[in-house]
Every structure is written in structure tokens, then in C-alpha cells.
């Protein structure tokens, strides 16, 4: 299995509701990320978790809430979210922290309405 | 200023072209990746390169680290080469940069 999977593809959610993103892979890597890209920019990194603890925290608003439960999956918990942050939210894994054997997950594409 | 810059940043060709994206970086690198991301979303890796040059079907990168420059090159261009082409470097300091990317639209 060389795949990051990403679920649900799509989500619309109220500005009230409270949603989780998932994340999922199975190549043994250590190091797992989320991404939230707009539309034509490159992707920002939101969050680093290496080895299961969270070790990158870029300043992200806290109504966004990671979680690695164990190596393999990392959601994402969303609560009051703004229409600002409708995206494409982005997971990817890689080996180590030194982005060895990158792989991206296909994405959820999150609208808030 | 970006620690990764690409050109061009839109590019149409017709299919059969060959294509020549570039990707030109500020920072000391222990690596760097092409990706390529189409319309629906996901990232794909083609590459990941520290030297040379890679080959896959009728892609080719290659990189020279001394002038802190890589190309991604198409040959035969196809429709469903089009796509965005991403740039991303890792720092020695262990830091992702991404490029802006390249728009990539291939007339049939």
C-alpha cells in the first residue's frame, strides 16, 4: 500500500457544526502533515506530527484541532469554522521528518457556509 | 521574495510539444521534488531529486545544484499532462518550500 487516503473527498458544513477530517496510511511512515491550500496558491503547511507527537504547530487558529491516534491515521477536528476557510485540506506522509518517501493524499475539499 | 521560484507560470502547448518548466531555489537543499496536481486536487510526486537527472516514461528532471536550478521536461506533450507542476524544496535546515506552481494546458 503506497497510498495516503484522505476522507471524506467533500464537505460542506455550517459555520456551527462540528466535522473531523481523516487522514490514513499504511507504508509505516513516522511523519504525517496537513496542508490547506487555496485556490491557485501552493499548499501551507498547518501541522507537523512526527512520531505520533505533534512537533509543528504553524500558528493555526485553534477552531482547527489535529489528533494522531497512532501512526498510521490523523484527523482533523473543524469547529466554528469561517467561510475564509473554505480549501482544499491536504494530507501527506513522508518516512522521517526529512520528507523522505513524500506522498500527498488526494484531499477534502472543505466549504463553509 | 519565494525560496522557490518557477517559470512560467501559465504555459498552453500543443500537444506533441516538448515542455520545459524551471524551478530556481534560494536556500542550500538536501532535496527537491517535482508534483504535479490536477484539477480535482490530489498531489502526486513525480520526482525526487539531490543530483542529475531522473527519467520516467516522458518526463525528465534534472538539477544542478551548483547553479540552484532544476527543469522538468516533457517530451511528446498530451492532454492529460495538463495540469498544475509544483517545484518544493527541502532545506538542510529540514524546511518544505513550495513553488507557486506552473499551469500547464496542453491543446489536443
Known amino acids: 500500500d503506497t497510498e495516503v487516503t484522505q476522507t471524506p473527498k467533500h464537505l460542506v458544513m455550517g459555520m456551527t457544526n462540528k466535522k473531523s477530517l481523516k487522514c490514513e496510511q499504511h507504508?509505516?511512515?513516522?511523519?504525517m502533515y496537513w496542508y490547506k491550500q487555496k485556490a491557485k496558491k501552493p499548499p501551507e503547511l498547518m501541522f507537523v506530527?512526527?512520531?505520533?507527537?505533534?512537533?509543528i504547530n504553524e500558528s493555526v487558529p485553534s477552531r482547527f484541532s489535529p489528533e494522531c491516534p497512532n501512526s498510521s491515521l490523523l484527523n482533523l477536528h473543524l469547529h466554528a469554522l469561517q467561510p475564509e476557510d473554505s480549501a482544499l485540506y491536504l494530507c501527506?506522509?513522508?518516512?522521517?521528518?526529512?520528507?523522505?518517501?513524500?506522498?500527498f493524499g488526494s484531499g477534502t475539499r472543505l466549504t463553509v457556509v | 521574495k519565494n525560496e522557490v521560484e518557477q517559470s512560467p507560470q501559465n504555459l498552453t502547448a500543443q500537444e506533441g510539444e516538448f515542455i520545459t518548466i524551471n524551478c530556481s531555489y534560494s536556500v542550500g537543499i538536501s532535496a527537491l521534488h517535482w508534483l504535479q496536481q490536477h484539477p480535482g486536487g490530489g498531489i502526486v510526486s513525480l520526482f525526487m531529486l539531490s543530483s542529475g537527472k531522473k527519467k520516467h516514461g516522458r518526463l525528465i528532471a534534472t538539477i544542478n545544484i551548483q547553479e540552484k536550478h532544476s527543469s522538468l521536461h516533457i517530451t511528446a506533450s498530451h492532454p492529460r499532462d495538463s495540469a498544475v507542476y509544483i517545484c518544493?524544496?527541502?532545506?538542510?535546515?529540514?524546511?518544505?518550500?513550495f513553488g507557486t506552481g506552473t499551469s500547464l494546458t496542453v491543446i489536443p
Open positions: 507504508m509505516g511512515h513516522r511523519a
Open positions: 501527506a506522509s513522508s518516512q522521517g521528518g526529512n520528507f523522505y518517501g513524500y506522498t
Open positions: 506530527y512526527s512520531y505520533e507527537k505533534l512537533s
Open positions: 518544493a524544496v527541502i532545506s538542510t535546515g529540514n524546511q518544505f518550500y
